[in-house]
T-cell receptor, first 112, second 116 residues
Framework: GNSVTQMEGPVTLSEEAFLTINCTYT??????LFWYVQYPGEGLQLLLK?????DKGSNKGFEATYRKETTSFHLEKGSVQVSDSAVYFC???????????FGTGTRLQVTL | EAGVAQSPRYKIIEKRQSVAFWCNPI?????LYWYQQILGQGPKLLIQ????????DSQLPKDRFSAERLKGVDSTLKIQPAKLEDSAVYLC??????????????FGPGTRLLVL
């Protein structure tokens, strides 16, 4: 079955630091890949997505590239802000599974 | 556009009691999902509705959990009787068609359940 593995947190960074959160997946087909973000006290929100190999999803300065050869979808941001502090979830979706499979989430804490 | 609404936001019950959660999806969304998110884990799909029909309930513990979506709009998720391991956040999400593999799901704020 499908599975998603994320790096464990928490990740603590100073403001303006570079961020990478690793995500790898296993799937029987060719999944679409997503990053969702959960800010304190709020529901999950879609951050970005990619539907096929070599696609790059981007939003709010965050980027992730669908790498089929390494089965990865790592999340990156060049300069994080305090307001980026949240829990980030990587997820996959295939047509045959018709449901999202989430990773365990990575908590990001950005300090001044 | 109003988002996905859920109530209550918090609930504390004792084991063996029953509890119900309510969800109102985004207007016009055909597909509704209930997820269970245990502390330290990612959300796990419990049940998916397409209009008022069940698409996937393979991970729903049917001996104690039930869900319905009357008239294809609002939905309720019930647990009876509750166990300690049911302590989690219950998330409701909706999407426009539920057909596309990259279709965005919109999540509500969740109901945090604590079973004592």
């Amino acid at each position: 079955g499908n599975s998603v593995t994320q790096m464990e947190g928490p990740v603590t960074l100073s403001e303006e630091a570079f961020l990478t959160i690793n995500c790898t997946y296993t799937a029987t087909g060719y999944p679409s890949l997503f990053w969702y973000v959960q800010y304190p006290g709020e529901g999950l929100q879609l951050l970005l997505k990619a539907t096929k190999a070599d696609d790059k999803g981007s939003n709010k300065g965050f980027e992730a590239t669908y790498r089929k050869e390494t089965t990865s979808f790592h999340l990156e941001k060049g300069s994080v802000q305090v307001s980026d502090s949240a829990v980030y979830f990587c997820a996959s979706h295939t047509g045959t599974a018709s449901k999202l499979t989430f990773g365990t989430g990575t908590r990001l804490q950005v300090t001044l | 556009e109003a988002g996905v609404a859920q109530s209550p936001r918090y609930k504390i019950i004792e084991k063996r009691q029953s509890v119900a959660f309510w969800c109102n999806p985004i207007s016009g969304h055909a597909t509704l999902y209930w997820y269970q998110q245990i502390l330290g884990q990612g959300p796990k799909l419990l049940i998916q509705f397409q209009n008022n029909g069940v698409v996937d309930d393979s991970q729903l513990p049917k001996d104690r959990f039930s869900a319905e979506r009357l008239k294809g709009v609002d939905s309720t998720l019930k647990i009876q009787p509750a166990k300690l391991e049911d302590s989690a956040v219950y998330l409701c999400a909706s999407s426009f068609t539920g057909q596309g593999i990259a279709e965005t799901q919109y999540f509500g704020p969740g109901t945090r359940l604590l079973v004592l």
